[in-house]
């Protein structure tokens, strides 16, 4: 197979980690199974990902850094993967989400991206107008990466309020949604996770008027990102941030506590495999 100093490390953040991790087990004077062997991933793996076939996961950069005693180097050319496969509307909020101590949501109408299974998360991005598989494929693997700060050390707390439509509509196949929820309820176990659900007989409420999520740093509300079709939008002005606050109150109001919820989901888990 060529070399990866045949290509031009800078043509992308995927070629630059490639580049750089090929260039760091040979200087190691390792084989790609030995290299395999100490980060747990095949050699296959180490291939693929030296090739720039294949992204690398958080994981699979912050061991590169263990094993080659690095300061964060392979994880911060990681974290520039992930930024260039998100769309441009996407990259202000990739920041604000990253260094938040606290990530508060609602959403009313799919399961919040950093919390879908990938046949789930598929499903929901297969629906868009003119999606290639290409372009499907690439957002799919980035949404799945974003997931990472949930089990990273020191993960933000994550407060997500649903509506009930949300575990109760299907999206993709009964095996999908059944996989989703149980999910929900395997992930609401983490001590940083807490899922509420706003029943159907829950008054009329602000929150009908669309989903978002809200980055607090230190107990201070600095960011937010707003879902606007077909686009997002991340806000950072102190009114509005205060407004959405109150509004996520509001909602968290209608909800029912966290026990009873995830009683919920189990009862949406049954429906589906009667």
């Known amino acids: ?64 850094d263990q094993v080659f005693g690095l300061d964060g180097v392979m994880t911060r050319l990681y974290l520039g993967i992930v930024r260039n496969r998100a769309p441009q509307y996407l990259l202000s909020w990739l920041d604000e989400e990253a260094r938040a101590h606290c990530l508060r949501t609602w959403q009313p109408m799919v399961i919040p991206g950093l919390l879908q299974t990938e046949a789930y998360a598929r499903a929901v991005l297969a629906s868009w107008p003119g999606i290639t598989d290409e372009e499907l494929e690439e957002k799919l693997t980035n ?17 997500v309020i649903l509506d009930e439509d949300v575990i109760r509509h299907p999206v993709g196949s009964p095996e999908i949604m059944r996989e989703q929820l149980r999910y929900l309820l395997e992930i609401a176990q983490l001590p940083n996770v807490t899922i509420q659900i706003v029943p159907y007989e829950a008054r009329p409420h602000c929150g009908l008027q669309g989903g978002f999520i809200i980055a607090e740093r230190n107990n201070h509300v600095y960011a937010a990102y707003v879902d606007v079709q077909p686009v997002g939008r991340t806000l950072d002005d102190p009114q509005v941030l205060m407004e959405l606050l109150r509004r996520y109150d509001a909602i968290r109001a209608e909800a029912v506590p966290f026990k009873q919820s995830l009683r919920l989901i189990e009862e949406a888990v049954n429906h589906i495999d009667t």
């Open 1 to 64: 197979m060529p070399p990866n100093r045949e290509r031009d490390p800078y043509e992308s953040p995927l070629a630059q980690f490639a580049f750089e991790l090929q260039r760091l087990r040979q200087a190691a004077k390792l084989t790609q199974r030995q290299l395999g062997a100490r980060l747990k991933y095949s050699d296959s793996m180490v291939n693929m990902v030296e090739q720039a076939k294949r992204p690398p996961s958080e994981d699979f950069a912050k061991l590169c």
């Open 143 to 159: 949404r799945l990466q974003r997931q990472a700060i949930l089990h990273r050390e020191n993960p933000p707390v994550f407060h």
